[in-house]
C-alpha cells in the first residue's frame, strides 16, 4: 500500500466533531460502508461518510480491574487480597488492587479443572461487580506504624467502593488463528474444547466488523481515541502487551497472522454486565467477554477503503494446538478466509469440517450499531490520539 499519496478527500477530527454536535454527522457500520464503497467508489464514500464503526464481542483474557475498596479504621496496607475467594495483586498501595480476568477462585485451583466443571474466576467478579451485586472482600496485611490494620472482611459493591477501573493490557486482537487438534485426544484450549484428528476448527473474530481489521495500520488509533469498552465510554492508552505490528500482510493491508493489540481502560462503575461477561472455558480456566467497539473517522479515502474490506479479503492460518502450539512451534496448515470460517466449515486436507466462533457475530453487530446509534445522537465524539500506535 502506497504511503503519503495525495488524497482527494481531507476531512479533520474538528470538523467530523463539529459535525457529531450539530447532527449532521452520517454514521455507518463496517458492514455497511462494503456496498457503499463498492457502489460509489473510495472517493465519493469518503465524501458522503464521516465515520465508520466497528464491534467485537469475545473473552479477552488479558482484561481484568483496578478497585480502590477504601480505607479501613484503622488504617490497613493489605498485602494479600480475596475478592469472593479469588486473589486480587495488592503490590499496588495501601488499598488497591487488581483482579485479573484469568485468576481462578482458590476453591477452583487449575490443577482441579476438568472438562466440564465451571470455574469462577476474576471475569466472574467483574460481571458481578457491574451487575450490582455485592462482592466479599478479604484483605490481610503486615502491618506498620501508619497501617497498624492486620485483616478487613466486609462486602463491597461499586456503589460503596472508592474507584474501580477496567484496566486491560491486551485487547481487541488484530486477527487470530484458526484452531485444530491434530493429536489423538480431545483437548482443551482457550480457543474451546478442540476434538482429535481435526475434526474441528474454532476461530475467535467478528471478521469484518473487527476494529484493528478496518484500520490495519493504526492511522485512526492511538493513545486518547474514545471507544466502546464494556458498554461505556473507554479510551484506548497504549498498545496492548504482544502488540506485533510487523506481520505480513495482504495488499489490503490485512495481517495474515496475530498482530496489533490495543491497551483499553473505562470506568468500571458506568459498565454493564451485558458487555462484561465473566466467563468458564471448558477444561480451561475462566476468562472474561468483552463488548468493544472503535469508531473510525472518514479523514480520506484511504481510510474508507480499509473499511470496505471484507470477510472474503480477511484470511487466518490453521494452526495445531494438539502438539505444535504448546511446543512453540508456528507452523501453518493453511490459510482460510473468514468467509468460509463463518460459512460453518472448511475444507482441510480434502475433509469438511465444522467450524465454530467464540466471539459472537450477533453481539458483534449490535456493538457496532450501538455505537452508530449513540454518534448520530450526539452523545459520543471522535477522539484523536495524541500519537497512533507503532507499525513497527
Known amino acids: 500500500m502506497k504511503k503519503h499519496k495525495k488524497h482527494k478527500i481531507n476531512k479533520t477530527y474538528q470538523e467530523i466533531n463539529e459535525k457529531i454536535k450539530t447532527g449532521d454527522v452520517i454514521v455507518v457500520t463496517a458492514e455497511e460502508i462494503i456496498d457503499i464503497v463498492k457502489e460509489n467508489g473510495p472517493v465519493e464514500a469518503a465524501r458522503q461518510v464521516d465515520v465508520v464503526t466497528t464491534g467485537t464481542f469475545a473473552p479477552m483474557c488479558s482484561s481484568g480491574a483496578f478497585i480502590n475498596?477504601?480505607?479501613?479504621?484503622?488504617?490497613?496496607?493489605?498485602?494479600?487480597?480475596?475478592?469472593?475467594?479469588?486473589?486480587?495483586?495488592?503490590?499496588?498501595?495501601?488499598?488497591?488492587?487488581?483482579?485479573?480476568?484469568?485468576?481462578?477462585?482458590?476453591?477452583?485451583?487449575?490443577?482441579?479443572?476438568?472438562?466440564?466443571?465451571?470455574?469462577?474466576?476474576?471475569?466472574?467478579?467483574?460481571?458481578?461487580?457491574?451487575?450490582?451485586?455485592?462482592?466479599?472482600?478479604?484483605?490481610?496485611?503486615?502491618?506498620?506504624?501508619?497501617?497498624?490494620?492486620?485483616?478487613?472482611?466486609?462486602?463491597?459493591?461499586?456503589?460503596?467502593?472508592?474507584?474501580?477501573?477496567l484496566c486491560n493490557p491486551r485487547n481487541g486482537y488484530q486477527n487470530y488463528n484458526c484452531a485444530i487438534n491434530l493429536s489423538d485426544r480431545t483437548i482443551y484450549t482457550y480457543m474451546g474444547a478442540l476434538k482429535p484428528k481435526a475434526s474441528n476448527a474454532n476461530y475467535c473474530s467478528a471478521g469484518q466488523l473487527s476494529p484493528l481489521f478496518n484500520d490495519p495500520y493504526y492511522q485512526t488509533i492511538g493513545l486518547g481515541t474514545r471507544i466502546f469498552l464494556g458498554g461505556a465510554e473507554g479510551y484506548i492508552t497504549w498498545h496492548g502487551t504482544q502488540h506485533n505490528p510487523s506481520i505480513k500482510r495482504t495488499k489490503r493491508g490485512v495481517p495474515i497472522k496475530p498482530a496489533g493489540t490495543i491497551w483499553a481502560m473505562g470506568d468500571l462503575k458506568k459498565m454493564s454486565?451485558?458487555?462484561?461477561?465473566?466467563?468458564?472455558?471448558?477444561?480451561?480456566?475462566?476468562?472474561?467477554?468483552?463488548?468493544?467497539?472503535?469508531p473510525i473517522p472518514i479523514l480520506n479515502e484511504e481510510i474508507v477503503q480499509y473499511t470496505a474490506v471484507s470477510d472474503e479479503e480477511l484470511f487466518t492460518q490453521i494452526v495445531d494446538y494438539g502438539h505444535d502450539?504448546?511446543?512453540?512451534?508456528?507452523?501453518?496448515?493453511?490459510?482460510?478466509?473468514?468467509?468460509?470460517?463463518?460459512?460453518?466449515?472448511?475444507?482441510?486436507?480434502?475433509?469438511?469440517?465444522?467450524?465454530?466462533?467464540?466471539?459472537?457475530?450477533?453481539r458483534s453487530r449490535e456493538v457496532a450499531e450501538i455505537l452508530k446509534k449513540r454518534i448520530s445522537q450526539r452523545k459520543f465524539l471522535i477522539g484523536e490520539p495524541q500519537f497512533t500506535l507503532p507499525t513497527k
Open 273 to 294: 454486565a451485558k458487555w462484561l461477561a465473566g466467563a468458564s472455558l471448558q477444561g480451561y480456566g475462566c476468562s472474561l467477554f468483552v463488548g468493544l467497539g472503535i
Open 325 to 362: 502450539y504448546p511446543n512453540g512451534i508456528a507452523k501453518s496448515y493453511g490459510q482460510v478466509s473468514y468467509a468460509e470460517l463463518k460459512n460453518g466449515h472448511i475444507k482441510f486436507k480434502g475433509e469438511k469440517i465444522p467450524t465454530v466462533p467464540l466471539s459472537s457475530l450477533v
Open 69 to 165: 475498596f477504601g480505607h479501613t479504621v484503622p488504617t490497613i496496607k493489605a498485602a494479600k487480597v480475596w475478592l469472593n475467594k479469588v486473589p486480587a495483586y495488592a503490590g499496588v498501595a495501601a488499598v488497591d488492587c487488581y483482579v485479573g480476568a484469568t485468576e481462578p477462585c482458590e476453591d477452583d485451583p487449575l490443577n482441579k479443572v476438568y472438562p466440564g466443571e465451571f470455574v469462577y474466576g476474576g471475569g466472574h467478579v467483574i460481571e458481578d461487580l457491574v451487575a450490582g451485586k455485592k462482592v466479599h472482600l478479604k484483605a490481610e496485611a503486615y502491618g506498620t506504624d501508619c497501617y497498624p490494620n492486620r485483616m478487613v472482611e466486609k462486602e463491597i459493591s461499586l456503589r460503596t467502593v472508592q474507584q474501580a477501573t
